[in-house]
């Protein structure tokens, strides 16, 4: 099986798309406050990527053109990571972008813990419990994610087949030269 550089690129595309999608919006609802369609995307795309770009703020000043900037840099470095010969790259994007959606889920839903429900004890002695928020969107984006690094792991594990395929052969004809 070859592997598709474009397959690869498609979901670490789909998350900096996500990002940037809510940076333009932002930006369009500081242009034309009264835009409902600019509120309402802002409003759909704004749990997904909420605490990354406050933290990014606070780290860097608040500048479109920064975030245009590390938006610009992910997608080359996941482009060509995605076309490199070696497939370790492909798989490492893939793996990252599945942790960061998944870590931008988790933390835009307030979560603290990585289970779906846990439950706390304060220091008072109060129990409580945290919940992820799985919604339908939330869960696309995890369920392509585990498309995309199934699809990853497929495709290296048959590389290093071929690989070893050939090796065999190479040590076949040496031997038998």
């Known amino acids: 099986m070859k592997r598709q550089p474009l397959l690869l690129f498609a979901f670490p595309f789909l998350i900096l798309a996500i990002l940037a999608g809510e940076r333009m919006a932002t930006f369009l609802l500081g242009t034309y ?3 409902p369609t600019a509120w309402w995307i802002w409003l759909e795309l704004r749990p997904l990527s909420a605490m990354l770009w406050q933290q990014v703020d606070v780290w860097l000043g608040s500048s479109m053109a920064v975030d245009a ?6 997608s080359i470095v996941c482009w060509v990571a995605c076309h490199t010969k070696r497939s370790a790259f492909s798989f490492l994007a893939n793996h990252v ?3 960061f959606a998944g870590l931008m889920i ?4 307030h979560s603290e813990t990585a289970s779906t429900i846990a439950a706390f004890t304060s220091p008072r002695g109060l129990p409580y419990s ?5 919604t339908l969107k939330n869960s696309l984006v995890l369920l392509l994610g585990t498309v995309a690094c199934a699809y990853c792991h497929i495709a ?3 590389e290093a087949r071929d690989r070893s395929v050939r090796a065999i052969r190479i040590l076949a004809l040496q031997r038998d030269l």
Request: proline share 4%; charged share 5%; aromatic share 8%.
């Open 69 to 74: 900037a590390i938006l610009a840099a992910a």
């Open 33 to 35: 406050p009264a835009s």
């Open 106 to 109: 988790a933390v835009g839903s």
């Open 97 to 99: 972008a599945l942790i």
């Open 156 to 158: 290296f594990l048959a």
């Open 130 to 134: 945290l919940a992820v928020d799985f």
